[in-house]
């Protein structure tokens, strides 16, 4: 069992930044396609970007140009830079890890995101 845990949430002024992270257990995190997707209240959980274990990355609209997704195999990590934060941006932000030899998937238990004055 593979375990995701998320941190670097919290509460953010418009136009703020904050960096998540994702750290998972296992060593063949290299291996792994990870995702961020984010749930506000009221609505459905949606992708927020994604990165192969090539390192290809998409992001949703909603966020290209101010949210980048990267990854350090060497410390099992996935990053989520956030900047220029939206009150929209608010939602509890949850770190998915897929397997690329396998259809099952990971969720860590999230991390919220609060953007307000």
């Known amino acids: 069992q593979v375990q995701l845990v998320e941190s670097g949430g919290g509460l953010v002024q418009p136009g703020g930044s904050l960096r998540l992270s994702c750290a998972a257990s296992?060593?063949?995190?290299?291996?792994?396609?990870m995702g961020w997707y984010r749930q506000a209240p009221g609505k459905q959980r949606e992708l927020v970007a994604r990165?192969?274990?090539?390192?290809?990355?998409n992001y949703a609209d909603s966020v290209k140009g101010r949210f980048t997704i990267y990854r350090d195999n060497a410390k099992n990590t996935v990053y989520l830079q956030m900047n220029s934060l939206k009150p929209e941006d608010t939602a509890v932000y949850y770190c998915?890890?897929?397997?690329?030899?396998?259809?099952?998937?990971?969720w860590g238990q999230g991390t919220q995101v609060t953007v307000s004055s």
């Open positions: 998915k890890g897929q397997p690329v030899f396998a259809k099952y998937e990971y």
């Open positions: 990165i192969t274990n090539n390192g290809s990355t």
């Open positions: 296992t060593s063949t995190f290299s291996l792994y396609t």
